[in-house]
């Protein structure tokens, strides 16, 4: 049965006053939990699958608008071993993998998250969940006090998940393209190079240079990582990732500049090392659609 709450979100720049502050207000410790949370790629809102302890897991679909006001979130639960994980990652890919630590308090039906979340940082959440909480309104109401009481200024608020957090940080895409890499084949040139892009389901897809020993026939990193993309369904790229083992900015090759500003836009950002810049950049006076048009 699908279930309702209201959520806010704020980054926490020290938890151990929040978490004192809320046990002033009357919130009860309820324990902490070591969190992975693998999401998949779902056509509707968001899947993920929760896994506390080896073996006990749940799978939770939740549809939730972004935003920084206390927004509602309707969500189903089930429970799933972790095996079930490994179906819907073959079937769906995943997306990203969000692993935290949550110290629980609990406070007149909402509940109250203190998340060191791993790559992110420190973050307090409110859960109001209804109809432990009251209805929507006295949720939001709940949700407000909890605000004013600890203080959360407007700028500390988040309008993303974590997952999202997680999707925009470049050293994610930057990872994906190392570790394609690190598994390139290129024995004629020793010069490996990994590429990733994101789709924009916002799913990663990676490629590796391969090489031949009829040379033209080897192919870049780059165009293996756009034919993943294009293999996994999807035919638009927020953003791209190039490295290389012997090389701090491997500078994309000409063909392969055209190559991504097939299925990116002038603005798509790619990073090169410790260097961003852009499609456009890197291929001004491109030979686009309304060229051929
Ligand atoms: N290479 C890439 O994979 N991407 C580029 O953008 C530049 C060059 C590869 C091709 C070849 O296997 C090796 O680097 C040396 O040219």
Not at 194 to 199: P, Q
């Amino acid at each position: 049965m699908a279930r309702v709450n209201v959520e806010l979100k704020a980054r926490d720049p020290n938890p151990e006053v929040t978490a004192a502050r809320c046990l002033n207000l009357g919130a009860v410790a309820a324990g902490t939990l070591r969190q992975r949370d693998v999401y998949f790629r779902a056509r509707h809102g968001r899947l993920k699958l929760r896994i506390q302890e080896e073996g006990a897991g749940e799978l939770i679909a939740y549809h939730r608008p972004d935003g920084t006001e206390a927004r509602k979130s309707t969500y189903v639960r089930a429970p799933a071993p972790a095996e079930v994980g490994e179906a819907l990652d073959a079937a769906l890919g995943t997306t990203v993998v969000v692993t935290k630590h949550r110290q629980l308090l609990l406070w007149e039906g909402v509940r109250i998250h203190l998340d060191e979340v791993d790559g992110l940082g420190s973050f307090v959440e409110f859960e109001a969940v209804l109809p432990d909480a009251g209805d929507l309104e006295t949720a939001r109401a709940k949700v407000a006090r909890l605000r004013s009481e600890l203080g959360i200024e407007s700028d500390a608020l988040v309008a993303v998940g974590y997952a999202d957090l997680l999707l925009d940080d470049p050293q994610v895409l930057q990872r994906a393209a190392f570790e394609a890499m690190e598994r390139a084949y290129a024995p004629y040139s020793q010069f490996k190079v990994g590429a990733a892009v994101r789709g924009a389901s916002g799913a990663i897809y990676a490629g590796a240079n391969v090489e031949n020993v009829a040379y033209p026939q080897g192919q870049c990193a780059e165009a293996s990582a756009l034919g993943a993309l294009v293999a996994g369904g999807e035919t638009a790229i927020t953003a791209v990732a190039v490295v290389a083992e012997r090389l701090e900015v491997c500078p994309p090759c000409g063909g392969c500049r055209q190559r991504l500003s097939e299925f990116g836009e002038a603005s798509t950002p790619v990073y090169l090392g410790p260097t961003t810049t852009t499609l456009g950049e890197l291929l001004p006076g491109a030979f686009d659609r309304e060229a051929l048009a």
